[in-house]
Nanobody, 127 residues
Framework: QVQLVESGGGLVQPGGSLRLSCAASGFTLDYYAIGWFRQAPGKEREGVSCISSSGGNTGYADSVKGRFTISRDNAKNTVYLQMNRLKPEDTAVYYC????????????????????WGQGTQVTVSS
């Protein structure tokens, strides 16, 4: 059974940090690009970050550039999103997604291109 499971969300004060994990089961992530997306109440889902299957290319939304870092550990079949200097506007449910059809050095922030999705993890930034 193909499954993505996010973890690491929680409540953090503004300026704090969290590290989200996206663990795959039922398939190996080696040949999949991974995207992180988020959706806040009343807002559309937005792409936050992505990493190519090779790991050599990454992308970030302007709103998180310089604060968030995506990485992957294929040996652990896991992708991470390190989130620093968190702001209240980062509050959302965060989802990871995987797609296998991209070239090795490509990733995308366009959600409909992704094949597999996790159930999401809540991140709340509040004092």
């Amino acid at each position: 059974q193909v499954q993505l499971v996010e973890s690491g969300g929680g409540l953090v004060q503004p300026g704090g940090s969290l590290r989200l994990s996206c663990a795959a089961s039922g398939f190996t992530l080696d040949y999949y690009a991974i995207g992180w997306f988020r959706q806040a109440p009343g807002k559309e889902r937005e792409g936050v970050s992505c990493i190519s299957s090779s790991g050599g290319n990454t992308g970030y939304a302007d709103s998180v550039k310089g604060r968030f870092t995506i990485s992957r550990d294929n040996a652990k079949n896991t992708v991470y999103l390190q989130m620093n200097r968190l702001k209240p506007e980062d509050t959302a449910v965060y989802y990871c997604a995987a797609v296998g059809k991209f070239p090795a050095r490509y990733c995308s922030h366009y959600g409909p291109e992704y094949d597999y999705w996790g159930q999401g993890t809540q991140v709340t930034v509040s004092s």
